[in-house]
């Protein structure tokens, strides 16, 4: 079965729209969702909208919880947390209801479906060392988990008791007996120095994983964040993916 996975959208509506028609192209058969819906954009609820019909194989993210007060946003930085606070009264009273109806984690198969880490979907762990990633594969009970968070594309993999490797993060076939984390990147805002949308493709029967970029419209995107009063380094910073 082809797959398409997408994560952290942010509100981002043309970075969503431009994503959507590639997907038309592409043409998966089942598209999941790893988190962040909301946080950082302007379009909170138009985004909602686009991926309650879209699919319903989605997890929460931490800005999602943190929209409708199911986690701390104390530990946010401070532009993040005043989008949080932006988004929350913004909110129908339906998205925020559906917010908090979502789930964590998701599996089909060896497959593990979350937003942070595996392990501990709720402390939004990132996973940026090799010993976060080495913890991270220990309580992988799957051969393969898809993340999102960082917003940085990235390919982890482990083959028995060897040390985490990191892979090119562009395009994988998987190993037989080799475990994966793989982070799809972002769709509203990518910070690995690129600013396209990133989302994955990923053929379960071939194994193949493909990171596709998609560019939109970001001076469009960065008028509606200065527009609706959001920090302006959410606007600056799309363009430079970071
Ligand atoms: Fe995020």
Same mark, same amino acid.
């Given at each position: 079965m082809k797959w398409a996975i997408l994560s952290d959208v942010h509100g981002n509506l043309e970075a969503f729209q431009a994503v959507l028609k590639d997907l038309d192209t592409?043409?998966?058969?089942?598209?999941? %969702?790893?988190?962040?819906?909301?946080g950082y954009g302007a379009d909170p609820n138009e985004c909602l909208a686009i991926l309650r019909d879209l699919t319903d194989w989605v997890v929460a993210g931490n800005h999602d919880y943190g929209a409708v007060g199911l986690t701390d946003i104390e530990v946010f930085n401070?532009?993040?947390?005043s989008a949080i606070l932006w988004t929350r009264e913004r909110l129908s009273e339906d998205n925020q209801a559906y917010l908090r109806r979502q789930l964590l984690r998701r599996q089909n198969g060896d497959t593990a479906f979350v937003h942070a880490t595996p392990n501990q979907p709720e402390e939004w762990y990132y996973? %940026?060392?090799f010993p976060e990633a080495e913890e991270a594969f220990q309580s992988l009970s799957g051969d393969l988990a898809f993340v999102g968070h960082s917003h940085?594309?990235?390919i982890l993999a482990k083959e028995?008791?060897?040390g985490v490797e990191a892979c090119p993060p562009e395009e994988i076939v998987l190993r037989p007996r080799v475990?994966?984390?793989i982070n799809v990147g972002s769709v509203g805002q990518p910070r690995d120095g690129r600013p396209e949308a990133a989302y994955g493709i990923y053929d379960d029967a071939e194994k193949r994983y493909l990171l596709k970029r998609v560019p939109y419209d970001v001076a469009t995107t960065q008028k509606k964040i200065i527009h609706a009063g959001?920090?302006?380094?959410?606007?600056?910073r799309l363009s430079q993916g970071i």
């Open positions: 592409e043409k998966p058969e089942k598209i999941a %969702f790893l988190g962040d819906a909301v401070p532009p993040a947390r996973l %940026f060392t940085r594309p990235l028995g008791t060897l475990r994966y984390i959001l920090p302006p380094f959410l606007a600056q």
